[in-house]
């Protein structure tokens, strides 16, 4: 049974900082990886799909990477702004399309 | 991207009333949708897969009398949380998407029991 694990739950740092969050898995046999990003009371909002084949993915200010074999993945935000401040959660696919999810980590950026 | 709508985003009903939230797929054919709810400061917890034309398959200790799932259509599933008692207060989430894709969710329905 796959496990994702986020450490650590919370997150606060001064604005402009470049930080990395970070997302282990259990069972390296995932279709995909995916962060998205969840504001208090909200639905998710996708960020990036790294498919297995692929190490990272790009866009913005966002960089994921990913390491099956390790079981990591890891977000990378350049640069943070208090806009940043949410939960981001990680989530494995497997081959049934079930997504198993971290807890989150909430991040607070201070002005 | 693709948008999943989610409908009410937030209810309060009585105990012992029924409750329907709907997931409509807006721009794509889902022929399988996913369910989930959240607790306060928890993870997000699949409870059913949703299969247009067929019937639901429920995860492990989901009661699936309790939580009626219908996938009529390839763009609309519904779930009915009956008989509603107060511990099914929570968020319930869902989603669209396959392994090849990434998912896209519903905005999500904050349903609360009295």
């Known amino acids: 049974k796959q496990e994702v694990t986020q450490i650590p739950a919370a997150l606060s740092v001064p604005e402009g900082e470049n930080l990395v969050l970070n997302c282990s898995f259990t069972?390296?046999?995932?279709?995909?990886l995916q962060w998205f990003r969840q504001d208090p009371g909200k639905g998710l909002t996708s960020l990036l799909l790294i498919q297995s084949s692929q190490r990272e993915q790009t866009s913005g200010r966002l960089n994921a990477s990913l390491d099956k074999s390790s079981g990591r993945s890891t977000l990378y935000i350049a640069a943070s702004q208090p806009g940043d401040s949410a939960t981001y959660l990680c989530?494995?696919?497997?081959?049934?399309?079930?997504?198993?999810f971290g807890k989150g980590i909430t991040l607070s950026v201070r002005p | 991207g693709a948008v999943v709508s989610q409908h009410p985003s937030r209810v309060i009903c009585k105990s012992g009333t029924s409750v329907k939230i709907e997931c409509r797929s807006l721009?794509?054919?889902?022929?399988?949708m996913f369910w989930y709810r959240q607790f306060p400061k928890q993870s997000l917890m699949l409870m059913a897969t949703?299969?247009?034309?067929?019937?639901?398959?429920?995860e492990q200790g989901v009661e699936k009398d309790k939580f009626l799932i219908n996938h009529a259509s390839l763009t609309l599933s519904t779930l009915t949380v009956t008989s509603a008692h107060p511990e099914d207060s929570s968020f319930y989430i869902c989603?669209?998407?396959?392994?090849?894709?990434?998912?896209?969710f519903g905005q999500g329905t904050r349903l609360t029991v009295v």
């Open positions: 949703s299969n247009e034309g067929s019937k639901a398959t429920y």
């Open positions: 989530a494995a696919t497997g081959a049934n399309s079930k997504l198993t």
């Open positions: 069972d390296s046999a995932i279709y995909n």
């Open positions: 989603s669209a998407g396959d392994r090849y894709t990434e998912a896209f």
């Open positions: 721009d794509f054919q889902a022929t399988t």
